[in-house]
């Protein structure tokens, strides 16, 4: 069965910095692009952030481009982003999700999410 | 950058009822779209991609056509589970979600 949990969500503020982990589990990790998703409350679905298999593409929102670095551990079957200069924007429920290939270049959608890690910016 | 628009925002509708949802992509996406199904307090669940292929495990009343820019998902007679909001996704650039669409109980 695979799981994602995701973890290293609190409250932060403003300008300050937080590390999202996923630990991810009943799949072949390396075989698949992985990626971020946020959702802020009561809003809808945000692209963030996606990684391909062997961390040779990467691809950004623009809402995150410079602030946030995503990177993968596939020897520990682990996906993370480092968020940088948060502002109040940021502010939602971050997802962690696995690509059904394992290239960012070719299109495909996503098949499995995790339940989130919620993340506040708030002063 | 690829804009997402869905319609309506909101359905009402009873059990039994076909629904259908349409989204429209703001440049030609081909056939790279997804539609999600989202329950309160619950991760998206992955219901169609490319356009029209049904996941593995989702019932056959869900069903997505379309290509270019306009896509519908239709469910052919609505179940109590099926009250939900439900996402289109364009993955022929980068992402975009549109803006999702809550289906009520009428």
């Known amino acids: 069965e695979v799981q994602l949990v995701e973890s290293g969500g609190g409250l932060v503020q403003p300008g300050r910095s937080l590390r999202l982990s996923c630990a991810a589990s009943?799949?072949?990790?390396?075989?698949?692009?992985m990626h971020w998703v946020r959702q802020a409350p009561g809003k809808g679905l945000e692209w963030v952030s996606s990684?391909?298999?062997?961390?040779?593409?990467?691809g950004y929102a623009d809402s995150v481009k410079g602030r946030f670095t995503i990177s993968r551990d596939n020897a520990k079957n682990s996906l993370y982003l480092q968020m940088n200069s948060l502002r109040d924007e940021d502010t939602a429920l971050y997802y962690c999700?696995?690509?059904?290939?394992?290239?960012?270049?070719?299109?495909?959608?996503?098949?499995?999410w995790g339940q989130g890690t919620l993340v506040t910016i708030s002063s | 950058d690829i804009q997402m628009t869905q319609s309506p925002s909101t359905l009402s509708a009873s059990v039994g009822d076909r629904v259908t949802i349409t989204c429209r992509a703001s440049?030609?996406?081909?056939?790279?779209l997804a539609w999600y199904q989202q329950k309160p307090g619950k991760a998206p669940k992955l219901l169609i991609h490319?356009?029209?292929s049904l996941e593995s495990g989702v019932p056959s009343r869900f069903s997505g056509s379309g290509s270019g820019t306009e896509f519908t998902l239709t469910i052919s007679s609505l179940r109590p589970d099926d009250f939900a909001t439900y996402y289109c996704?364009?993955?022929?650039?980068?992402?975009?979600f549109g803006q999702g669409t809550k289906v009520e109980i009428k």
């Open positions: 999700a696995k690509g059904k290939r394992s290239s960012i270049v070719v299109p495909a959608a996503v098949d499995y």
């Open positions: 009943g799949f072949t990790f390396d075989d698949y692009a």
């Open positions: 990684i391909s298999w062997g961390s040779g593409d990467i």
């Open positions: 440049q030609s996406i081909s056939s790279w």
């Open positions: 490319k356009a029209s």
């Open positions: 996704q364009q993955y022929n650039s980068y992402w975009t």
